[in-house]
T-cell receptor, first 114, second 113 residues
């Protein structure tokens, strides 16, 4: 059981560049969540998928943010163009199904936009 | 509009004593509450949960108390151990957004040996 896998673990980029964060959920989990952690707002839910379909993207801050889940074992979160205020730790989490089911988090990607 | 609030960013406790972490919520439709623990450079891990039909849930050294009328929950750790030093996040779900967990901003607990 490898857990939720995220890559890269750290990303440093310059303002205006495109950033792609990747996530592999736990095998057999049907729901996937993208969160952002900042000092001011804690853990914010950006978007979640169920059976590879985006269900709620109301937490995505701007059109610069997009997420995809082309299959059950892979998801991406893309920021284009990136800005310094996007600097944060981005977590991916998965759960067996939606509802009150435990979400298992990946180790996160620390993004720094200069 | 943060629906789940943890007003204490940090807490320091002596080993062996009780740690009490607090959490308040504003949405009366929340009916399921969780605590997650997070160590540096790791993702949060589930610690304990409670449904709104209960007012207490216990798991070893960890107990969560729920006061629905006050919209308040707390996590008690007894006795506290240095390995408990971590950031603790409170989360809630329920109502139309029952598929979503709303997290607080976290409380950093430091247990001193």
């Amino acid at each position: 059981d490898a857990g939720v896998i995220q890559s890269p673990r750290h990303e440093v980029t310059e303002m205006g560049q495109e950033v792609t964060l990747r996530c592999k959920p736990i095998s057999g989990h049907n729901s996937l969540f993208w969160y952002r952690q900042t000092m001011m707002r804690g853990l914010e839910l950006l978007i979640y998928f169920n059976n590879n379909v985006p269900i709620d993207d109301s937490g995505m801050p701007e059109d610069r943010f997009s997420a995809k889940m082309p299959n059950a074992s892979f998801s991406t979160l893309k920021i284009q163009p990136s800005e310094p205020r996007d600097s944060a730790v981005y977590f991916c989490a998965s759960s067996l199904r939606l509802g009150n089911n435990e979400q298992f988090f990946g180790p996160g990607t620390r993004l720094t936009v200069l | 509009d943060q629906q789940v609030k943890q007003n204490s960013p940090s807490l320091s406790v002596q080993e062996g004593r009780i740690s009490i972490l607090n959490c308040d919520y504003t949405n009366s439709m929340f009916d399921y509450f969780l605590w997650y623990k997070k160590y540096p450079a790791e993702g949060p891990t589930f610690l304990i949960s409670i449904s709104s039909i209960k007012d207490k849930n216990e798991d070893g050294r960890f107990t969560v108390f729920l006061n629905k009328s006050a919209k308040h929950l707390s996590l008690h750790i007894v006795p506290s151990q240095p390995g408990d030093s971590a950031v603790y996040f409170c989360a809630a779900s329920g109502g139309p957004g029952f598929n979503k967990f709303y997290f607080g901003s976290g409380t950093k607990l430091n247990v001193k040996p």
